[in-house]
């Protein structure tokens, strides 16, 4: 009619409403992953910005736990590592064992796992997780035991190798409890025996450390050793 006015609305089959939906759906999806990858960059770049280790070696990046070199001595805890890699729980543990029998190589690998599945890690040696609260202010502190408590995954690297002072012992303690408060895991390599570690660290701290983690003996000769070995007979036949 002359002056109406017609309004059209679309009318969609029951099939094109249902491929709508799923694009809605993956859009969403999407969105979701997007804000998740985001969120999880923002927090593992403050972990980094603290200790920055991880990103400094040039070791790191070859540590996967698929480069370890599994022989008949090692081949159990390698299994055992790999498997909990794959479902981590919150009781971590500690590999313990002679130097050079690749403890900070598994260890590393783990940590490659958790970050290929977007979770954080804060990775740092006893050396220079001490150093670096030496260094830190108050605020920074405070900032290393938040980030000590959120973390998916801490990885602390040659525990026993600094000589602990009063204040060593108190700071990691401290640190050692903001984790065990957050119920996450926590995963350290160490020379020697539990008792040795005590002796060094003292009672207080391996107790605690031992209700979070469980100690898995790494057995094998010196890795370091063998592969300079290798290097000298390879320089000789040239």
């Given at each position: 009619m002359l002056g109406s006015?017609?309004?059209?609305?679309w009318h969609y089959c029951a099939c094109m409403r249902e491929a709508m939906a799923w694009a809605e759906e993956q859009r969403a999806q999407a969105e979701a992953a997007r804000e998740q990858a985001a969120r999880w960059v923002e927090r593992q770049t403050a972990i980094v910005r603290h200790f920055p280790q991880w990103q400094q070696s040039a070791k790191v990046p070859r540590q996967t736990l698929e480069?370890?070199?599994?022989?008949?001595?090692?081949?159990?805890?390698?299994?055992?590592?790999?498997?909990w890699a794959e479902q981590p729980r919150p009781v971590g543990f500690v590999l313990m064992g002679p130097v050079g029998t690749g403890k900070s190589h598994m260890v590393r690998g783990v940590g490659h796992r958790f970050l290929a599945r977007r979770q954080t890690v804060l990775y740092a040696s006893i050396p220079y997780l001490l150093e670096r609260l030496r260094s830190a202010s108050t605020a920074e502190v405070s900032e290393i035991l938040t980030l000590h408590g959120r973390a998916d995954?801490?990885?602390?690297?040659?525990l026993g190798a600094e000589r602990p002072t009063d204040w060593t012992r108190d700071r990691l303690y401290l640190l050692l409890d903001a984790r065990y408060e957050a119920e996450q895991p926590l995963i350290a390599t160490a020379n020697g025996s539990p008792s040795q570690l005590e002796e060094r660290w003292g009672s207080r701290m391996v107790s605690r450390l031992l209700e979070m983690t469980?100690?898995?003996?790494?057995?094998?000769g010196d890795y370091r050793l063998h592969t300079a070995q290798q290097r000298m007979r390879a320089a000789s036949d040239t």
């Amino acid at each position: 009619m002359l002056g109406s006015r017609t309004l059209w609305r679309w009318h969609y089959c029951a099939c094109m409403r249902e491929a709508m939906a799923w694009a809605e759906e993956q859009r969403a999806q999407a969105e979701a992953a997007r804000e998740q990858a985001a969120r999880w960059v923002e927090r593992q770049t403050a972990i980094v910005r603290h200790f920055p280790q991880w990103q400094q070696s040039a070791k790191v990046p070859r540590q996967t736990l698929e480069s370890f070199r599994v022989t008949s001595q090692n081949q159990a805890v390698w299994e055992r590592v790999s498997a909990w890699a794959e479902q981590p729980r919150p009781v971590g543990f500690v590999l313990m064992g002679p130097v050079g029998t690749g403890k900070s190589h598994m260890v590393r690998g783990v940590g490659h796992r958790f970050l290929a599945r977007r979770q954080t890690v804060l990775y740092a040696s006893i050396p220079y997780l001490l150093e670096r609260l030496r260094s830190a202010s108050t605020a920074e502190v405070s900032e290393i035991l938040t980030l000590h408590g959120r973390a998916d995954l801490v990885i602390w690297d040659d525990l026993g190798a600094e000589r602990p002072t009063d204040w060593t012992r108190d700071r990691l303690y401290l640190l050692l409890d903001a984790r065990y408060e957050a119920e996450q895991p926590l995963i350290a390599t160490a020379n020697g025996s539990p008792s040795q570690l005590e002796e060094r660290w003292g009672s207080r701290m391996v107790s605690r450390l031992l209700e979070m983690t469980a100690i898995w003996d790494v057995a094998g000769g010196d890795y370091r050793l063998h592969t300079a070995q290798q290097r000298m007979r390879a320089a000789s036949d040239t």
